[in-house]
């Protein structure tokens, strides 16, 4: 409730002395555990702000909606460490000015919401460098251990069942800060490399090319998980391939706005040993 | 709606032997969008050309297919067969049913099957084919010689002589390369420093060429007719405007012992040097490494000598951008080391010495004055064995190829030999005696019957010494019995290798090599002297071994190459390059990124006010070389690849 | 006195429907999601939720379905129709709201062409629909002026009774009768009353918001965008609408052979309206948002008279940012 | 005894180091399995993920992708980046529970007729012994069904 207060506090300061046109936040939603994104833009729209531990949305894909930063005008916005992960993603392949961005960093454990110092993305890279050395998470997710012990045949028959419940909604797309394109490739026809169909097969390349298109950009900040309306585990994609980019590649998506994108890099010696 | 042609080639029996050629045609005639399906015995012959370009007109089709040897061998003569009958040069695919089917597979049917997938995958390719217009480069009229070897001078000389600009780069403190180090040269025994020094100093007045001694390539970027090239000047410490070379600094230079590199080690020379004494230009040097002041800070005593004030202890390397058009590579060979050969002693009996050592013995300029003498004592060698293949053609330990001028220069030795050291015994040990060639036969059998070179066919397995003589032991294989010779000096015939930075230095010019690090020609019997990469070329023993005629003329071929890109004006390219979607670029610059060219570009779009809307990717038609590399990173699918396009080959995996 | 069929007799009755050639679907909570779908046994339901998260639709008119395969020959094209299934089938168990949004569809897909692919579905279906007692916050029926026993769409109407020990029957149409005249060997009849219906409280206005809808002057209001600034523009709130009922058609196959598919579309994509030119009458997600609402509320009813939606608040509960018709409708209401 | 599987593979290869090894081995009269189908790319720089699932939409039991060797790119970097891409991939698809035994990614130069000829040989064998895949197809063969309900 503190950091709620004082950050209401904030978001005023921010908006009456100009430094910011908009604060993006959250405010209470349909049911109690419910939160929706707002968009702050007056001393009353920043008396609906709520911060809590249910403020789980990553918003910054919001940041890159057409013109809102064309008039090089500052925005802020509320962000856990992997929205601020994100940002420097988007920075990094020149979708945002970070200049503009000015981050209400916040994060939680358990009930606890506590801020997080700083404002400007450069602010917060050794909290970024220490998560990367020492993951939050330290246990692996269950489901995911159990997928890694299977044999090929019973992933795949695991992830057919998941996929087959896929509805191509792109909710999953939509809700993550990565996906940007002006035109997805399911949405290029010429030629259709996804079948847009939803059987089976449609959805598993569907599903299959999202998840490469992650590869090494994915923060993990939930937001396709809980977007899902059919409940598939998109997390436990998204977070193999970031452990496949961190331990192949030495590389943590969103540790810094200048980092290169790890697929349009390369190492001479980066291991090959599956080639023949 | 689509007319394609399918030309179904039989090669004679190449391909119609293993795949069956009418049952091929007569399938593709019933393919969707084929117009005509017919088979012939050679369509890259000129009627069966005609054919394909009668059909083209009658039919008037919209692409054809040719069923026949691999892309790589003829796709360049039906491109132009299609241009001369109207149709766009890239309407025409190539499905290779020869290399990479008929050739390779036993069963027939197996083969026939294969062979209408590959043939149909190209059809659905070739509907998709778009219209190209090759693409024109302006062409830098001048080129880059790497190497001041004899091919190097042969190729600059050239290129010179026809009035086109040449930069000469040239690693050592002087031109000259392996050639100024031989003796005399076969089979006319003439002196090669007689034959070299002369195109040498030809080379440094010639106004045409630009000389850069000491010199080393650092980069390469660019493409064919446009190189950008930086040079490192490697710091001389010596200022090469104003010293005359009069070699007082030389004479004072106390660090008199370093082994010299010209002399093989056989001869000494100073810290501040010219490698020999015809050296181009006559400028000496200072060999950091050994230089007294440069090890204790004390000492200068060259430059207190130098009257013009020359010595200049603080210069730095430096560094020349060029712009070129052609580049030849002639950065020639090294010996290969002998000292894997254990049993030869090589290193550890100073009597044993290698072809090119005894070349500086035999040399009038050499450390012995042209004497032949051992290094061990000084004495006049009696009797000299020689090892022919001392690493070549020998798969365990050497090198597998036969490094081709071996045989020829034992020959010389043992001919020299037998001229300076009257009454002199030689024994040559060689596997076979290759001696093809202008006047080389002739020249061997010479040695034998007119020098009394003793050959004995077989290999030496073993060189120990005994009171104070090289006992050699191998077996004579004519005669079936084992021979052991007490010899006062052994002459190992050592294989040609490529430079120890051979590999290294193809990556920094973007050209292909082969396991041994000689540089891959285009085509070995074709394109001899064109590297794999367009606009560069080839000359000398940096592509296989080489003698000197041999050099020469690769030399001149690659000049005569490099002359016939200067004839144009502009530069006609593969029009295969990325194109980006403007409407659907995200601009997030991995393909920037991802480009080993340089060639994508931030772009604006403003509207008409003049404002900015958003940047997109410019893909730079002079600079992209069209590996595609960039079209697979794009994620939403912006960029494609003109002649292998998205659909193209969308629709190829689809036909299979 | 009304008949009932108790729940321990369901066995018996999905014993004997599946006997007499009828598939037998209903309410099933799947590992990770819920919807309708075929079972054996009356174990396979799952009565005590209040609506499952997949529509009632997609048994109607399934997320993909195959039209007609073609085979290209060189101066021909072959083709086969797909058809819909063929057989009876029952769905036991249905919600009013689902079963109101088959009804609403109706006229949609045989206003012109009669599509065949749903007719075939809705003549050899017998919706039986559950009465609701209970409801959750996003649930809004009473304000489409339906409501949790609403027999729209429904062949017959099923009341709980307390304890979840059966059901009273309501046969509403013959093809319930004949359905129920199947199984009446297990109903029994009983004067035991029903367990009262859920109250779902009224949202919103519905009648002024369809008013200020129908203004033309509103068209270009400002609420659409600040209403849809959080909007993603994905496609959950269509897909699980139990009356969205937009499809595009799709061609899918190799060189020699493909599938022509009828696959759900939905007016949130920019893709939607995207001409080939690149222009986009509908360039906004505001404008596609008031196009959802426009015509679930204002265009449909215009042609059909009914309004497209039934009330299950799916779009609401699913949303990925907690948007949905009735936060709309409200906003709408207090304009 | 019923006939042998015979595999149905497709490859994805760049035109100045595979392709012309292949046409080496052509040129050598090597000889090897017939159930390789080659699709021509001027660089494995080029070669993208979703060919390979087109290549197993058409009914292919294994993929095989092959380049320059590291450093002999004639684009001088696109193997590189390919073989970022290809490893990043191949742990999706590994992950997604298609056998990396299937989808197999090699260096072959132009000089290599012979590793080329192997290579079709051993990659050939072993999808045989690994059979068709069943599961993928089945996925086709459920696009091509009528709707169940």
Known sequence: MITQEKYRTTVKELLASGSVKMVIGYKPGSTPDRRRPLFIRTSEEADQLVLDSTCMTNLSGYLVT??????????????????????????????????????????????????????NAGDFSGLLSEIKEKPVQTSKEPLLERIEKMNAQERFDFWQEEFSRCIKCYACRQACPMCYCRRCIVDSNQPQWINTSSHTLGNFEWNIVRAFHLSGRCVQCGNCDRACPVNIPLRLINQRMATEVLDGFDHFAGLSPTQEPVLASFKKDDTETFIL | ????????????????????????????????????????????SDPGQESVKKAIRDNNLSGIVIAACSPRMHEATFRKACAEAGLNPYLCEIAN?????????????????????????????????????????????????????????????????????????????????????????????????????????????????RLLTYAEVESVDGYIGNFKVKIRMKSRYVDMNTCTGCGDCMTKCPAKKISSEFDCGLGKRTAIYTPFAQSVPNIPVIDKASCIYFKNGKCKMCQKSCQLNSINFEMQDEFIDLEIGAIVVATGFQVQNTAVYGEYGYGKF??????????????????????????????????????????????????????????????????????????????????????????????????????????VRGRVSKV???????????????????????????????????????????????????????????????????????????????????????????????????????????????????????????????????????????????????????????????????????????????????????????AEVMGL | MTRILFSDKLD???????????????????????????????????FGMVLPERPLKELFFPQTEPMLRYTIKKNEIDTTDFTAPQGKRIIFGARACDASGLAIDDPLFGWDYKDEYWFQRRNESVIVTIACTKADDFCMCTSLKLAPDSTKGSDVLLRPIDKNRGWLIEELTDRGREAFAIISDYLQESSEPAVPTVVVPEKFNLDACVTWLQNPENFDSKFWKEISMRCIGCASCTYLCPTCHCFDIQDEGDTYSGIRR???????????????????????????????????????????????????????????VDMGITETLQEISKL | MSEPFEPKIVAFVCTYCTYAGADLAGTSRLKYAPNVRIVRLPCTGRISPMFILKALQKGADGVLISGCHPGDCHFTHGNYHARRRWMVFRALLDFTGISPERVKFSWISAAEGGKFADLINSVTEEIRNLGPFDQYQQLIKETESPATL
Request: hydrophobic share 40%; aromatic share 8%; with cysteine.
């Open chain 1, 66 to 119: 057409e013109g809102l930063l064309s008039d090089e005008k500052r925005v802020g916005i509320f962000l856990r460490p992997e929205g601020i992960r994100s940002i420097n993603i988007l920075a990094a392949e020149y979708q945002l000015n970070i200049e503009q961005i000015v981050i209400l960093g916040f994060d939680s454990t358990g009930r606890d919401v506590r801020p997080l110092e700083g404002r």
């Open chain 2, 1 to 44: 709606m689509a007319k394609i042609g399918v030309f179904i080639c039989h090669c004679g029996e190449n391909i119609a032997a293993k795949v069956d050629c009418t049952k091929l045609a007569a399938a593709l005639g019933e393919h969707p969008g084929v117009a005509v399906s017919v088979e012939y015995k050679y369509f890259c």
């Open chain 2, 97 to 209: 049913i020869r290399e990479q089917c008929s050739w390779v597979h036993t069963d027939g049917d197996m083969a026939t099957a294969k062979a209408m997938d590959i043939v149909r995958s190209m059809v659905e390719k070739v509907k998709r084919n778009n219209k190209l217009q090759s693409i024109e480069v302006p062409v830098t009229r001048r080129a880059l010689v790497i190497g001041g070897g004899i091919a190097g001078l042969q190729a600059a000389l050239d290129i010179a002589n026809a009035g086109q600009e040449v930069v000469l780069v040239e690693r050592e403190p002087s031109l000259g390369g392996h050639m100024a180090q031989l003796s005399e040269t076969f089979p006319t025994l003439d002196c090669s420093q007689c034959i070299m020094t002369p195109r040498m100093v030809e080379t440094a007045q010639h106004p045409k060429i």
């Open chain 2, 350 to 455: 100073p009597d044993v010495i290698t072809g090119l050592q005894f070349e500086r013995l035999a040399s009038a300029s050499g450390p012995t004055a042209g004497k032949i003498l051992r290094p061990s004592d000084g004495k006049e060698p009696e009797n000299v064995v020689f090892i022919q293949c001392a690493g070549s053609r020998d798969p365990s330990k050497g090198v597998r190829y036969c490094s081709k001028i071996c045989c020829m220069y034992t020959a010389k030795h043992a001919m020299l030999y037998a001229h300076k050291v009257h009454g002199g015994k030689t024994h040559i040990f060689y596997m076979d005696i290759r001696a093809a060639g202008k006047g080389y036969d002739e020249f061997t059998r010479r040695a034998i019957e007119e020098d009394e070179a003793s050959y």
């Open chain 2, 464 to 650: 120990w010494q005994e009171n104070g003589k090289l006992m050699v032991r191998g077996v004579d294989t004519l005669l079936g019995k084992p021979v052991t010779v007490a010899a006062d000096m052994v002459v190992l015939a050592t294989a040609m290798v490529s430079q120890p930075n051979a590999k290294e230095f193809a990556k920094t010019i973007g050209i292909a090599y082969d396991e041994y690090g000689f540089y891959n020609e285009a085509h070995l019997k074709l394109r001899p002297v064109e590297s794999s990469t367009a606009g560069v070329f080839l000359a000398g023993a940096c592509q296989s071994p080489k003698d000197i005629p041999d050099s020469v003329a690769q030399a001149s071929a690659s000049a005569s190459k490099v002359l016939a890109l200067f004839s144009k004006e502009k530069l006609e390219r593969e029009p295969v390059i990325a194109v980006n979607n403007e409407a659907t670029c995200a601009g997030c610059w991995g393909c920037v990124l991802a480009c080993p060219y340089n060639a994508i570009e931030k772009k604006d779009i403003r509207d008409r006010s003049g404002r900015l809307i958003k940047q997109v990717a410019y893909v730079n038609p002079g600079l992209c070389q069209g590996c595609g590399t960039c079209v697979t990173f794009c994620r939403s699918n912006s960029l494609d690849l003109a002649g292998f396009t998205e659909k193209q080959i969308f």
């Open chain 3, 12 to 46: 018996n009755c999905i014993a004997k429907w599946r006997s007499a050639g009828l598939t037998v679907i209903g309410p099933v909570q799947g590992e990770s999601l819920s919807g309708y779908a075929a079972v054996e046994k009356a174990a396979g339901f799952e």
């Open chain 3, 262 to 320: 009828k696959n759900w579309d939905s007016c949130s994509f920019a893709l939607f309206t995207m001409h080939t030119s690149g222009h986009n009458p509908r360039s906004t997600q505001s404008a596609r948002w008031r196009q959802r609402i426009m015509h679930k509320f204002n265009y449909f009813p215009g042609k059909f008279s009914v309004n497209s939606c039934s009330g299950c608040g799916r779009c609401s509960r699913q949303c990925p």
